[in-house]
């Protein structure tokens, strides 16, 4: 979906030679370029039916490569997991594996790709009745929402979040008295490039 590319970079067109970007410091290892690959929170939304490409509730203000601390904690003191069309918040252990890209063979070998599917797989493990019904309703009727994702560092998605659809909803129970109950939801959306993120200002509660 082409909303969801609204900060990917840009590239050469008219089949010129794309030229390389800046590169920083890839030799010195702190808390801002290590990044720990466990997905630990994801927010939706709902989509703004009067707006297209927009949530109902999008970080206001945001400007792409600045500092957001401001307009992020602000954003994030409107999300209510009770209050009818407010930004959800699950708690939960997530990842991103490698997206799948389609491509097709041209002339003389020549790769080209015609569109790159993201896949997020969240599991909650703390469920009681509400969340129970919220994930049924998930389940049952799946839809499209706006995401944002977190690690222990960053926030992904930019201002409007990423469009992504409600692929899959589980309930296994699997392991017997060795594991607990859980949801595992399946997110998938389309896009050229990762998501834009910004510094993750606030805890993981």
Not at 50 to 64: E, H, K, N, Q
């Amino acid at each position: 979906m082409a909303y969801n590319d609204l900060y990917t970079p840009s590239c050469a067109t008219d089949c010129s030679a794309q030229l390389l970007a800046a590169v920083g410091d890839t030799n010195c290892a702190n808390d801002a370029t290590v990044e720990l690959a466990e997905i630990n929170i994801i927010h939706l939304d709902e989509k703004d039916p009067l707006v297209p490409g927009s949530p109902i509730t999008p970080i206001a203000g945001y400007v792409a490569a600045a500092d957001n601390e401001t307009v992020i904690l602000a954003w994030r003191a409107l999300h209510d997991n009770t209050v009818a069309s407010k930004v959800r918040t699950y708690v939960g252990i997530g990842e991103k594996p490698e997206p799948n890209e389609t491509q097709v063979t041209l002339h003389k070998g020549k790769q080209f790709s015609i569109g790159i599917r993201h896949i997020l797989t969240y599991t909650i493990n703390v469920i009681d009745a509400d969340t129970y019904d919220a994930l049924r309703t998930l389940q049952a009727c799946k839809g499209e929402y706006h995401l944002w994702f977190a690690t222990d560092t960053y926030l992904y998605g930019g201002d409007n979040g990423i469009i992504a659809d409600i692929e899959k909803v589980t309930f296994p129970k699997t392991g017997g008295r060795t594991d607990n109950s859980k949801c595992i939801i399946t997110l998938g959306w389309t896009a050229k490039a990762d998501p834009i993120r910004d510094t993750l200002p606030y805890d993981v509660v």
